[in-house]
Nanobody, 124 residues
Framework: QLQLVESGGGLVQSGGSLRLSCTAS????????VGWFRQAPGKEREGVSC???????FYSESVKGRFTISRDNAKNTVFLQMDKLKPEDTGVYYC??????????????????WGRGTQVTVSP
């Protein structure tokens, strides 16, 4: 079964940093685009940052300038470096793979299959 596993979440104070990892199991991730989505309590899931299979990137306005998405093909992993974290960044973060859409379209698409995600909590 093709699988993505999210990790790296935790509790951090406002202004702090975390690096999330999205690691692929049983397939090569560099053939795919990868999107990071988050779901805050009581809110709909939203696309935060996406990277296409051609390494084009997209960031939502709420995270632009603070988050950086990158991939390490040797580790079969896509990272989301999150700096200057704010309490409103709190939520469960998920990653998805995408074979066809570009980065911006990926972050605005709706997906139906999600992994377990990783919890990010930013205290004031």
């Amino acid at each position: 079964q093709l699988q993505l596993v999210e990790s790296g979440g935790g509790l951090v104070q406002s202004g702090g940093s975390l690096r999330l990892s999205c690691t692929a199991s049983r397939f090569t991730l560099d053939y795919y685009g990868v999107g990071w989505f988050r779901q805050a309590p009581g809110k709909e899931r939203e696309g935060v940052s996406c990277i296409s299979n051609g390494d084009n990137t997209f960031y939502s306005e709420s995270v632009k300038g603070r988050f950086t998405i990158s991939r390490d093909n040797a580790k079969n992993t896509v990272f989301l470096q999150m700096d200057k974290l704010k309490p409103e960044d709190t939520g469960v973060y998920y990653c998805v793979k995408e074979a066809y859409l570009g980065a911006q379209a990926m972050c605005r698409a709706e997906y139906t299959s999600w992994g377990r995600g990783t919890q990010v909590t930013v205290s004031p």
